[in-house]
């Protein structure tokens, strides 16, 4: 008997999803079987955080409060090189 899983590949959104080992960093890894779905194999947690917006804002925010690159980095779990990066940008914006 299959315990079934309230998975949805994050790509088609169909539930058709077997399990298909695991990631690199041992999470659950999923095969999608939607023969036209363009990404078959995901994890569930496919967060790249320093990608988003909201952690964006958080970086500079908390650069605002006086904390440091390593700190903001580990808080927001981004490499130190995002931080500086987003720091730089978000520089450039308000010296126009
Ligand atoms: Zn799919």
Not at 7 to 13: H, S, W
């Amino acid at each position: 008997m299959t315990v079934w899983l309230a998975v949805v590949c994050p790509d088609c959104g169909l539930d058709d999803i077997i399990k298909h080992g695991k990631s690199p960093e041992g999470k659950q890894r999923y095969l999608c079987r939607n023969s036209d779905c363009l990404r078959r194999t995901f994890v569930l947690d496919t967060q790249q955080p320093g990608r988003k917006r909201e952690v964006k804002q958080k970086i500079v925010d908390m650069a605002v409060n006086g904390s440091g690159v390593r700190d903001t980095a580990r808080v927001l779990h981004v490499s130190p090189a995002t931080v500086i990066r987003e720091l730089k940008k978000s520089r450039r914006n308000s010296n126009k």
